[in-house]
């Protein structure tokens, strides 16, 4: 018989400092009687106690505060027992009665903050019976879900389960150091998958996505790759078939490349999935406009309508805050971290295309310096 082993606490150094004021949870863990304690080795943490995962807390993805029929949906869900976890809408956010972890979001976000999967590493426990909420069913919302539940249960937190939540960070916050410049667009799928390096985390970023499946389905999916780099058979062809798809639609003119500021900024229009990253073959920061985005209105209602994102590859190309300041003056709703932002989430935007461009041409002279870019070249 194996001895009883108590859980590896990570701990992140000064994770709670850089995010204090976002994050000011501070719970003491309630257990519902002692916790069974689970003699793990690194090698068998493949088999998470999923039953037992199924009975500490309750999950839940949240509507967009202007929705329709969002009150309805999202009412159930928050209360004094709630933990957010990116939520990203304030109006949202103080109902969650346990606090929320957003460090990349809001006016506390800077450049440097953790992804809110690396905060759950060592963020205070919510109680026993707590409904874990997100309005944004990616890797870092489900996975600091999962991670607050593997440590609710004791589990063990290897160095390969450490190590795949900082995986799953860097991708979040498209951590992938400095632009390489202009290139041609790869020809083939695969080429563009390796240009990004994040095949398996964009298989479990479609997971994670699946709106098919239940949250704690979801969860339970991120536990199984957080403990044992488990992919799902369903999903690992994801990432080649999108970009597939993406060049697909790029052959037969489905997506738009232009560009501004002296090709300092990619202008990409399409409603294609994923377009937004063919910009940084061409320029460090990106303005994408998806003309027919889906927004969700409750009830799986869906209306279709311009949606922008706005992406540097890494920080000091363009100040993104500023921009999204001027933006907010126009049309209030507009957030996002560091690196990325984007227009409401909730309901299509009202700007033009030509405006938006204006405002985030404007603050790249409010941005670090940097050397001379190449202008568009041919795809």
């Known amino acids: ?51 037992m995962m199924r009975s500490l807390y309750a999950y839940g993805l949240l509507l967009p505060a202007r929705a329709v029929n969002s009150e309805v949906h999202n ?38 903050a953790p992804a809110a999967i690396e905060v759950c590493l060592d963020h205070p426990l919510p109680p026993g019976g707590a409904r874990l909420v997100t309005i944004r069913p990616d890797l870092d919302a489900l996975g600091g879900m999962t991670l607050l539940t593997l440590r609710a249960r004791d589990e063990f937190l290897s160095a390969d389960l450490v190590d795949r939540v900082h995986a799953a960070a860097r991708a979040d916050k498209f951590d992938r150091g400095a632009w390489p410049g202009a290139r041609r667009v790869p020809a ?10 994040d095949g398996e985390i964009t298989a479990l970023a479609a997971a994670c996505a699946d709106d098919a499946v239940s949250p704690r389905d979801r969860v339970e ?21 999108r970009t597939e798809l993406l060049l697909r639609a ?17 202008v990409v229009t399409s409603e294609a999935p994923g377009a937004l ?12 406009c998806n003309p027919a985005h889906p927004f969700k209105t409750g009830n799986r209602e869906i209306c279709g309508g311009r949606k922008y994102t706005i992406a540097q590859w890494e920080p000091g190309h363009v100040a993104l805050d500023l921009a999204v300041e ?27 295309l030509e405006a938006v461009v204006a405002v985030v041409e404007r603050m790249m002279a409010h941005s670090n310096s940097k050397s001379s870019l190449p202008t568009a070249l041919d795809i």
């Open 1 to 51: 018989m194996l001895p009883r082993r108590r859980a590896r606490r990570y701990r992140q150094g000064e994770v709670h400092a850089q995010v204090s004021e976002v994050c000011s949870v501070r719970t003491r863990h309630e257990a519902d009687g002692e916790r069974q304690r689970c003699a793990l080795s690194p090698a068998r943490t493949a088999s998470p106690n999923l039953e």
């Open 75 to 112: 009412r159930p869900l928050l209360g004094a027992r709630t933990l957010g976890i990116e939520v990203t809408e304030p109006v949202l956010a103080a109902r969650c009665g346990l606090g929320n972890i957003d460090p990349q979001h809001g006016s506390c976000s800077t450049s440097s």
């Open 188 to 197: 083939t799928a695969d080429e563009i998958v390796e240009a990004f390096g």
């Open 221 to 241: 999916t991120a536990a199984r790759w957080l403990l044992s780099g488990t992919v799902p058979l369903a999903y690992l062809a994801a990432p080649r078939q």
């Open 250 to 266: 790029l052959r037969e003119g489905r997506i738009e490349i232009g560009m501004a500021a002296e090709g300092r900024i990619a």
């Open 277 to 288: 990253r063919l910009g940084y073959f061409f320029a460090p920061v990106v303005v994408a």
């Open 326 to 352: 001027a933006l907010n003056r126009r049309e209030p709703g507009w957030g996002g971290s560091a690196t990325i932002k984007g227009s409401p989430q909730s309901a299509p935007s009202n700007l033009t």
